[in-house]
């Protein structure tokens, strides 16, 4: 079986520049930087670590998902995001498991990197981003 690895664990902030307070300023975490997602209507901030980053969540839109995460059960971490070399092999083994995916295919993003979720009810109630990147 590949390795994985974790590539970055989601944190829903209801205030960046408070969080990167905390973060970047208290912690000493270096900001590499903040990204718009329009299509997932976030902004991100990217903080680097030894072996992943963190990344804060802010919904820009009252319609996101991480906005009705964010209203409902307020700030805090949202998702581990583990890096798969195969995101088609992951997600059949997983499928074979009878794990159930929130996505039935990856997603991508603009750089490339291929996405998809488990669902929190198959793996403890932690929700799982498979990430393949380029």
Known sequence: MARIAIDH????????????GFW????GLEL?????????EVE???LETDNAHIELLLPTGDD???ARYLASKGGGMHHIC??????EAAMQ????AGIELINERPRQREDGTRYAFVHPKSSGGVLVELY???
């Open 64 to 66: 996101s998902g991480i």
């Open 24 to 27: 970047q300023g208290a912690l």
């Open 9 to 20: 664990i989601a944190i829903v902030v209801s205030d960046m520049e408070a969080a990167l």
């Open 132 to 134: 393949q990147k380029t």
């Open 32 to 40: 590499q930087r903040i990204e718009s997602i329009a299509a997932e």
């Open 93 to 96: 083994r997983l499928d074979d």
């Open 44 to 46: 991100v901030a990217f």
């Open 82 to 87: 583990l890096a798969v070399a195969d995101i």
